[in-house]
């Protein structure tokens, strides 16, 4: 079987299983779990084959006519370059954990065959952005894993949070995907093509008339779908869905699509320097925002979304320098130990009964209840936090290397402003990572108090994958001289300096945070916390519902606990009461564009009723009073017509011989 053949097999095999489940959900409920989890499964296989195949060396591309257009054709195109076949490899892996780790996390939800068949077709969408040569081809998946965020997210859509996530999910992301169809369509307009291969031809050749204006309007796109500020805001609140669906996220599809996008096309984006010095800007906010936002969340999940946006705004940052293959290389690292945390999250969630940071400081013996969350959990933490030598290490060095070349003139592709700014906030946040990583794995598994209940071992199927994917966590930053093929053939090894300094950094973040929290740590018995533990002997997903819901009940908000025994509330100082509501962005777009928004709706509501409606009912009354009055003549009386006919008749004349003798006299 032939590459492309092979190749074409990996989106349509979980599309084929995502059909089959819901045909298959109510009458034969027996065969929903093996199509979930085996198409998958089979899909990541082909993809590891295809990567082998591949090899790193030259592009393998197919194309066959989808439909003539008259213009600008559309193809049916495959573009299988070492970076395509990589991705796919971690959508596949992720996705299978992912899909396995669902059959004893929501084992009795009675929604689980319509939730695995959208994995399944979440999982398929992403692989088709990944291996299409063909931008419009690549806007269906893009476009079929926002509406299947939709509804995953909204999963428990019983409880408003997941409700009102789910909607705000898809609005904030439609709101990015309008000007990046847009810049889409004009891309195509300048080069003449869909095709990505054609696209860069175009633009290698100087065929691009608008760059600026075209890199701009992509970016809005890749900001709402990838959660970079200004449109990240939805990522927060999309923890309100299941914790397998949160790691399908943030490790493996939605999130990683912008950045992958823009790694695909990103000559034409360094085909604009004003666009590059934004896309750094938006990274270094991005950055910088989300560690201090992660810092003060007392949600588990909602620290590991913050965390995810920043690390995002790291690969955002890699592209705004012009280094694509350090962009990549940290996607692939980033979703492994993105996806440990978030299934891990789900592990720890179902043991304390609870969701709060603030609870779970004041259980003892968490690490001893559930130890493969506990150990796995701590080395994705350290590769979150960027410490040697877990993967987290080597693909945020790459990221930093990259901004410090960019900086001090080694390296042209982009404006040294551009290299100075990813690589100053690129340290900061280095500080940040640390701090919170600290804060969260303390609260978590090194509180004190009564014992957490005991719920008995956690199901193999939970957590087996978390050692399955702690394995590329701890191992696939040492690959870096194996897979250089893969990443355009430069090397992405850590430099001394950049390494000594970050790292630096990192450990004192880590280690202030410590100092913190032994510093507080006195103060946890003093204020009492609200009673958020729920059904301890639940499933998994029924007690991360209830415990969402009893987080909000309890505290007044998903985001905050008022526990003074928070290392985040000595750490931020002042500045955590801006930090926990993700610095008041929710309430200016409330104010700027909601309401405004809602006021214009209601307006044009009160036409509608009051003003276009009257003329409608007004003239539908004129109507039937001309009707009433002609009923009335309508007597069935034929001496009664004949009469009023007559009358007619003379009055017609009298007024013909009136009007001739008027005008003859004239």
């Not at 307009?189 to 050749?205: P, S």
């Not at 690390?311 to 940290?330: I, K, N």
């Not at 966590?473 to 690959?479: E, K, P, V």
Request: one cysteine or more.
């Amino acid at each position: 079987m032939t590459t492309t053949t092979l190749a074409v097999l990996v989106p349509l095999l979980p599309f084929l299983g995502a059909a089959a489940g819901l045909l298959l959900g109510r009458t034969a409920p027996g065969f929903v779990r093996p199509l979930a989890v085996l198409p998958t499964l089979v899909a990541a296989v082909i993809a590891a084959v295809v990567a082998a195949r591949q090899g790193g060396g030259r592009a393998i591309d197919a194309s066959t006519q989808l439909t003539p257009t008259g213009s600008v054709p559309i193809d049916l195109a495959l573009h299988l370059d070492g970076f395509a076949v990589l991705v796919a490899v971690l959508v596949g892996l992720v996705a299978t954990c992912v899909q396995i780790y669902s059959t004893a996390y929501l084992k009795d939800d009675a929604r689980y065959p319509s939730y695995a068949a959208l994995v399944s077709l979440f999982t398929s969408a992403m692989l088709l952005v990944v291996y299409s040569g063909d931008l419009m081809v690549l806007l269906v998946g893009w476009e079929i894993m926002g509406i299947c965020s939709y509804f995953l997210v909204g999963h428990y859509w019983e409880t408003p949070e997941a409700r009102a996530a789910s909607l705000k999910a898809f609005l904030v992301t439609k709101l990015g995907d309008v000007p990046f169809l847009i810049g889409l369509f004009a891309l195509a307009a300048d080069t003449g093509t869909f095709r990505i291969t054609g696209i860069l031809a175009a633009v290698t050749n100087g065929g691009l008339d608008h760059p600026t204006l075209i890199a701009l309007l992509l970016l809005a796109g890749v900001a709402g779908k990838s959660a970079q500020f200004p449109l990240h805001t939805w990522l927060p609140d999309a923890m309100a869905g299941p914790t397998p669906v949160s790691a399908l996220i943030h490790a493996a599809t939605m999130v990683a699509a912008g950045i992958y996008f823009v790694a695909r096309l990103l000559p034409v984006f360094a085909s604009s320097g004003a666009a590059l010095v934004v896309l750094a800007v938006m990274a270094a906010v991005t950055m910088i925002g989300s560690g201090l936002a992660a810092l003060a969340q007392d949600d588990i999940k909602r620290v590991l979304a913050y965390s995810t946006i920043g690390q995002l705004g790291y690969m955002s940052g890699a592209l705004a320098v012009g280094d694509r293959g350090a962009a990549v290389f940290h996607l692939l690292s980033h979703g492994a130990f993105k996806a440990v945390l978030f299934l891990a999250a789900g592990v720890v969630i179902h043991a304390a009964g609870t969701n709060s940071l603030a609870a779970m400081s004041r259980m003892g013996g968490l690490a001893k209840r559930i130890p493969d969350a506990y150990w796995t959990m701590t080395v994705a933490l350290l590769a979150l936090a960027a410490i040697p030598p877990f993967a987290g290490f080597f693909s945020k060095e790459a990221v930093l290397v990259a901004a410090e070349h960019t900086a001090f003139g080694d390296r042209d592709i982009a404006p040294a402003a551009a290299g100075w700014t990813v690589l100053v906030a690129g340290l900061a946040a280095a500080v940040l990572t640390a701090a919170y990583a600290t804060r969260l794995w303390l609260l978590t598994f090194r509180g004190r108090g009564p014992e957490a209940p005991d719920h008995g071992k956690q199901p193999a199927a939970m957590t087996s994958v978390l050692w399955v994917l702690a394995v590329p966590t701890i191992a696939f930053g040492l690959t870096t001289g194996v897979l250089t093929d893969w990443f355009d053939g430069h090397s992405l090894g850590p430099s001394l300096t950049t390494a000594v300094l970050s790292t630096g950094v990192g450990l004192a973040g880590g280690l202030v945070t410590y100092g913190a929290w032994r510093h507080t740590t006195a103060l946890a018995d003093r204020p009492p916390v609200g009673a958020v533990a729920a059904h301890p002997d639940a499933e998994p997903a029924l007690v991360e519902a209830e415990a969402i819901t009893s987080h909000t009940a309890a505290y007044g908000t998903i985001a905050d606990a008022p526990d003074p025994s928070d290392p985040g509330r000595l750490l931020l100082g002042p500045l955590h009461r801006h930090a926990v509501t993700g610095f008041h962005l929710d309430a200016l777009y409330t104010a700027v564009f909601v309401r405004p928004v809602g006021a214009a709706a209601r307006l044009v509501r009160f036409l509608d009723r009051e003003v276009v409606d009257t003329y409608v009912r007004g003239s539908g009354s004129i109507a039937r009073g001309l009707g009433t009055l002609i009923r009335r003549a309508q007597t069935g009386n034929v001496q009664t017509y004949l009469g009023a006919l007559l009358a007619g008749t003379l009055v017609l004349a009298i007024a013909a011989v009136v009007f001739a003798n008027v005008y003859a006299g004239a």
